[in-house]
């Protein structure tokens, strides 16, 4: 029997406003605890939470961006769940009025467009951060520490619908995702930082039934790779048990990342009820139709754009997917020096090979401010009419990064213009044939690889200014080939 | 005439003319509740000294003609659920006996702006919960009038403190009559203003969408000045609105409504002959006044004790032992919570937890909370019809004077029904007042009600001002002369 798998996903991304959703602590990121508190994030008594506008606008502007449907009358509410970090015991969430609902994002996959239908997008609060000493669980620590720095911070939570049919797909969502956040501004998009996290919802099911198999949730995948490993890993569990005639029991799982595998979590919230209801601290929210508007207006390049622009010089989707990743003044070199050389391989392959893997080298995250497009048009000019050598040319860029120095004068300090003059070339071909008695030989006989072994004599002589094609024909036509 | 039993713009003018001094008030002040604190258990705590620097300041700000207005150098009693810095605030509750607030509720912040005194905190039902001041971990509160009968609640010790003259006027908080039923009970004006207009930032939260804070006094005008320096719109509640009164008429041009729900069954001959009194009065002075239903009154104690319960199951799960108060250890996080949850709340306070939880459970929600919700928004569409008829609803406070303590404490239900007046004015988030009136058979205090529709307190106060002079009501209780 042939299975398919079906996987929804629950990303939360950390908001980057400057202060927390609910009260006006600032957003920190620091591993001192406990530095950015008020009464309302710690859950004192009596102290309310007042809406943080820059929140509600980033979390319109990521559901117009995903083409959802905005809720013009929003509500807040109260999530029950008792849990140690969390300070008033009930989170702030949305329930049936999200912001954003029915979206969609567009993913690359296998370099093709594919896109992934987004349920809802809706806000909440985090929670503080707890360290059980021991175990690392709750249940059999024996002291917890609790930071509250996250406390409040404001979290915006997409929900795909069961569409995702891969743990590649799935991780091309997310990286679409990350830089869709990236790219909005609302977020700094770090995985390493919990700036993006994941839970998914994965079933088997016959492939030619319409239902859904039984979902099991995983938590705790916290990179790429362990989001990965961990869909397969569920997928082949899941067929396994199927397969074999086992009940799929409706669980949440633990993925641990050391033993590769997951593990049913029994923990107490697993199975909680929640208990929302309309949190009475917090009027209905409504949302104009001119704030919607004026986000809209305002919405910056989306990835997808960005891939069509790239694609529309002439690069492929892959090319696209990868430039378009890149930071703004990388697209932007791209687009200034297509402009003016007119090569988009040349270009990309400059840009994203030469000009970066030099910058890494130097430990550079910007070019100097002299270093610009008109730079990098220059010496890709100056090789496509064979002034200089490729080789050459790498060599004027990793100058050029580090002096302020026109790549003219690089060139003529060390002599890289290359030798056009053919009766100068010809006089160096022919010494080199005399001086290779014993070469000539060989090729005349039949050993033709040697050819090459005299072009590098040509070129050595000349100081390496010769330029190889020529060097070649040259000689080919000397010895009489 | 004793300092302690004059009315705040009398005080004021006294001070304003050098007759008097804020000290010699303050001593006045705790002379009275030096004599009756044993008797009465109005505060749980007492802040003599801090004040008394106070009030000195206050002299001098008199002395030098630069008083800040009508409450400079007046002490005011808190309610025990609202928070003062550095001060405890306890909501008469095991679980925060140790707790002192880093932070002023936006309601001190304004007194505090005025120069009010605070004479201290006042006991209360645990959390607010309760109409008898019986529910309080730190014992009960007594009637001034007569030591055998509960002085109402939740905000029993507010009443009892300004009864006693031990403050000149007492902030309460009232989330289904918790200021107007001990106000009634202690023969005291008790108003709970507008739902919004008073900021709950730093009112221990009961249920969010009816706590609103408000003044006990001895007198309307005394309510009047507390509320106006109380009241506005606070940046850090976003439940708080801007105050922007309508002046509806108070003369007799103005239409009064008698609510037929609330003269019928449930209601007392000595509450109802309050009402019957007034009325009378009114009608002599030229007033319109008919007969008019709510027949979704009779529902209002139902809906309460579901909407109430369930904010307050959630807005109490915060008391868990991790961040302050009260913490019993247990082998586990969660042990330790349960065991300092077991321990540090009474028995009403778990019994609307455990209410409120239910309610809002899975597959339980539509039937019971969801439905409440309905009715109240049908009992506010309700309430504006009315009012597109009649300017002030009047019924009685309360449908029965104070009842002796202990008399109802096995009964919940009983306890509750005491609530039946009140309730409705918060459900629908409308100003209400009560003045006193008159005595019981048992001399005890008994109180008329008004509502108006909401953003219309001036004029409400106004209003009750008028029936204020005409029965002119002597609030000095006879108990404590005794």
Redesign the interface.
Known sequence: MNLKPTIGIETHIELNTNTKMFCRCKVVDTDEPNISLC?TC??????????NGKAIEYITLLSLATGCTITRKGMFH?K?Y?Y?DL????QISQFDLPVGESGELEIILDGKKESVEIERVHMEEDTGKSTHSGTGR????TS?A?DFNRSGVPLVEIVTKPVIQSAKEAVAYIEELRQLSIDLNISEGKLEKGNLRFDANISVAPSDSNELGTKVEIKNMNSLKSLERAIDFEISRQTKAFLDGEEIIQETRHWDEAKELTSSMRS?EGSA?Y???SD????NMILSEMFIEDIKNNLPKLPSEKRNDLMNTGLDLQQANILGKSDTWIIELYFKVFDSTKEYSTTYNWITGELQGQMRKLDMNFPPEWFSAEVLSEIIGLIKENKISFTSGKTILSEVLQKNISVDEIASNHDLYQENNEEKIVELVKNVINDSEDVVRRIKEGEDKLVGFLVGQVIKNSGGSVNPGIAKELLTKELDL | MELKNLSIRQLNNLFVDKKAKPSELYSDIFDASASSESLLHAHLSLFEEKNLENAKKSDKRFEKGESTGLLDGIPIAIKDNINIKGELTTCSSKMLSNYRSPYNATVIEKLNNENALYTGKTNLDEFAMGSSTENSAFGLTKNPWNTEYVPGGSSGGSAASVSARSSIGALGSDTGGSIRQPAAFCGLVGFKPTYGTVSRYGLIAFASSLDQIGPITKNVDDARIIYNAISGHDALDATSIDNNQTNIPFDKSAKIGVIKELMEDGISDDSRNEVSKVLENLKKQGYQIKEVSLPLIKLSISIYYLIAPAECSANLARFDGVRYGLRVEGKTSYEMMQNTRAEGFGDEVKRRILLGTYALSAGYYDEYYGKALRARKKMIDEFSNIFNDVDYLISPTTPTAAFKAGEKTSNPLEMYMSDLCTIPANLAGLPAISIPTGLSKEKLPLGVQIMSKPLTDLSLLNFSEIIEKEVDFNTSPEGLEK
Request: aromatic residues 12%; charged residues 20%; proline residues 24%.
């Open positions: 009464p710690i859950g004192l008594p009596g102290a309310l939470p007042v809406p109260r029950n008792f140690p300070p008033k015991n009930y709750i249940d059999s620590a917890t609790l107490k009820d208990r929302y209801f009475p601290d917090l009027p």
